[in-house]
Structure formats: structure tokens, C-alpha cells
T-cell receptor, first 112, second 114 residues
Framework: GEDVEQSLFLSVREGDSSVINCTYT??????LYWYKQEPGAGLQLLTY?????DMKQDQRLTVLLNKKDKHLSLRIADTQTGDSAIYFC????????????FGRGTSLIVHP | DAGVIQSPRHEVTEMGQEVTLRCKPI?????LFWYRQTMMRGLELLIY????????DSGMPEDRFSAKMPNASFSTLKIQPSEPRDSAVYFC????????????FGQGTRLTVV
């Protein structure tokens, strides 16, 4: 199976909260990331969390990490139409190389 | 800095032709990555360089693909001969030393092989 798994689609109404989930397999992950890809553009690093943290908040974004279950989530509060994009979860292991492994991406669709 | 710059943005070519994709990384970044994105396989790492030296090319699909980095400010990904199944969006990314997960991506080259 894949190292990083995400559901492919999420549809929410404008103003609601969005929660995008991700599971990973390597318990020695050092960093976990969320990237955003808008239509026709490259990936952009949105936020990240160290593996020794449980939560990180940055304005409308909240990242939760459950190391026991190897589960990472991204919550977007007050979702706007401009948040419509593909969101990629990624992990890197460390030990000299921090090359990230990406999930397949979750397409977030925000409708009025 | 203008970010990672890729050219061309779009490329349409006929099967069997040679295709060259170009990338200018962010100045001062030691790592450069080439990724391929398709609906079927998602985002795949093809090859990466550290200080202009190829480190891991295990993701390169076959010998038709080659990548070079002659200096710190330029890299190419070449496909010769191209095939329809090579149609994809190819991304170049760069990152500062060691923290390769903090990568900056270019806007990509959409390649269509007919």
C-alpha cells in the first residue's frame, strides 16, 4: 500500500469548517507537511508540524497529529471559495535525508 | 527572488520526438527535485540533485528519461524518444540544504505527447 493515504475528494459549504485527513505508515516520520495546489499552479507549502508536537495552529489552519494512530489532519476554519484546491499531505523521515513522500492529494471543493 | 522558474509552461509534441524541460531553482538552494504528476499515479519523485550531483534517480521511469544539472542555477529533464504515456505535468522544486521537505515548486510544464 501507499506510504501516505488521503481521501480524494471533500466538498463543503462556504463558511463551514473543512477537515482533511491523512494517514501515514512510518512511525519514524520527523516532519509532516500540508501542501496546497491551486489550479494550474505548483504545490505551495501551507504548514508543517514536527513529530514531537500534537497540534499547531496558524490563523484559520489547525494541524492535529495523532502519532499513535499515525493520523494527521488539517482543519480549515470558515472555509472560503478561495480555499478550493488540492491539498497534499507529506511526511519525511529524517536520518540524514528529509525527502518528503507525498499522498495522492485531496480535492477540496467549496460551494456557496 | 522570482521563485522556481520552469519552461516551457506547455509543450505539445509528437510521439518519437525529443522533449527538453528546463528549470531554474531558487538561488542558494542546494537541492533540486523533478516530479511528475498524473491522475493515475499522483505525484512521483523522478530524480533529485544535491549541489548539482544526482543523488537518487530510482524514480526515473526508463532510459528514455535523463536529467542533468550542469550548474547551480539550471537543470534539464529530457525525454527521448517521447511516448503518449509520458503526458503529464512535470514539476521542478528546490529546497535549502537538509530540510528538503520545505520545498518550493515551480508552476510546472504540462507535456502532451500525441
Amino acid at each position: 500500500g501507499e506510504d501516505v493515504e488521503q481521501s480524494l475528494f471533500l466538498s463543503v459549504r462556504e463558511g463551514d469548517s473543512s477537515v482533511i485527513n491523512c494517514t501515514y505508515t512510518d512511525s519514524s516520520s520527523t516532519y509532516l507537511y500540508w501542501y496546497k495546489q491551486e489550479p494550474g499552479a505548483g504545490l505551495q507549502l501551507l504548514t508543517y508540524i514536527f513529530s514531537n508536537m500534537d497540534m499547531k495552529q496558524d490563523q484559520r489552519l489547525t494541524v492535529l497529529l495523532n502519532k499513535k494512530d499515525k493520523h494527521l489532519s488539517l482543519r480549515i476554519a470558515d472555509t472560503q471559495t478561495g480555499d478550493s484546491a488540492i491539498y497534499f499531505c507529506a511526511e519525511s523521515i529524517g536520518g540524514g535525508s528529509y525527502i518528503p513522500t507525498f499522498g495522492r492529494g485531496t480535492s477540496l471543493i467549496v460551494h456557496p | 527572488d522570482a521563485g522556481v522558474i520552469q519552461s516551457p509552461r506547455h509543450e505539445v509534441t509528437e510521439m518519437g520526438q525529443e522533449v527538453t524541460l528546463r528549470c531554474k531553482p531558487i538561488s542558494g538552494h542546494d537541492y533540486l527535485f523533478w516530479y511528475r504528476q498524473t491522475m493515475m499515479r499522483g505525484l512521483e519523485l523522478l530524480i533529485y540533485f544535491n549541489n548539482n550531483v544526482p543523488i537518487d534517480d530510482s524514480g526515473m521511469p526508463e532510459d528514455r528519461f535523463s536529467a542533468k544539472m550542469p550548474n547551480a542555477s539550471f537543470s534539464t529533464l529530457k525525454i527521448q524518444p517521447s511516448e503518449p504515456r509520458d503526458s503529464a505535468v512535470y514539476f521542478c522544486a528546490s529546497s535549502p540544504s537538509r530540510y528538503q521537505g520545505f520545498a518550493f515548486f515551480g508552476q510546472g510544464t504540462r507535456l502532451t505527447v500525441v
